[in-house]
């Protein structure tokens, strides 16, 4: 099976799919983190090359930093004068996610955590955790489904928290990210989890 992995410089969901025997690929505008098939450039190079003999399935992790709902303080009126450009990036944010979903690749799979394109696109065929798949962290997380089932499961753990005095609480993950430097933050934040990513190697290899 011929697999692209869009918007993926981590290399874990590339590499769940080749150690199961399929011919997988990453893209993004950055680099690979680890060695691997991998383009750098725009993904849509790739599902328009008339010379790739078709792709069987696309899994895309499309850039959430304007469609978060986190992000939605920004886009007040009190914050124009900062972020003048900010409704004009969501839109290119959405306009990106619909033309990935609505390409010619017969199955796809988009992951997003929570935002705006429930409402401003489609809401998502499912919301899923690491928690779910053996990695015992809280991260809501949607998969907007093309011709794909829904993931099952495969290891509930019990998610773990950092607890403040008043009562507040945060993934561990995600306090763990704010101690490194910007790029590294932004990367660690985006990556998928393994659990989640050999789910989706294991459970959408062999569909018929």
């Not at 290399?11 to 799919?17: L, N, W």
């Not at 007040?76 to 900010?86: G, N, V």
């Not at 988009?110 to 696109?121: A, Q």
């Amino acid at each position: 099976m011929k697999v692209l992995i869009a918007c993926e410089y981590s290399g874990t969901v590339r590499d769940a799919f080749i150690k199961r025997g399929h011919q997988a690929i990453s893209c993004d505008i950055l680099p690979t983190d680890v060695p691997g098939p991998h383009y750098q450039g725009d993904v849509f190079d790739l599902i328009d090359d008339r010379n790739s003999n078709g792709w069987d399935l696309m899994i895309a992790h499309p850039p959430c930093t304007y469609l978060t709902v986190t992000g939605n303080k920004w886009m007040k009126p009190e914050f124009a004068h900062r972020f003048p450009d900010r409704h004009k990036q969501r839109q290119e944010a959405l306009e990106f996610f619909k033309r990935l979903f609505e390409c010619n690749i017969p199955r796809v799979c988009l992951e997003n955590p929570v935002g705006v394109v429930s409402t401003m696109y489609r809401k998502p065929t499912q919301y899923i955790h690491p928690w779910q798949f053996g990695d015992p962290h809280s991260k809501k997380t949607g998969l907007w489904l093309k011709n794909l089932p829904a993931l099952i499961p495969t290891k509930i753990v019990e998610p773990q928290f950092h607890a403040y005095k008043d009562g507040r609480k945060d993934p561990v993950w995600h306090m763990d990210s704010m101690k490194l430097p910007p790029l590294e933050r932004m990367k660690f934040r985006s990556k998928t989890f393994q659990g989640i990513a050999d789910a989706m190697a294991d459970q959408w290899s062999n569909l018929p």
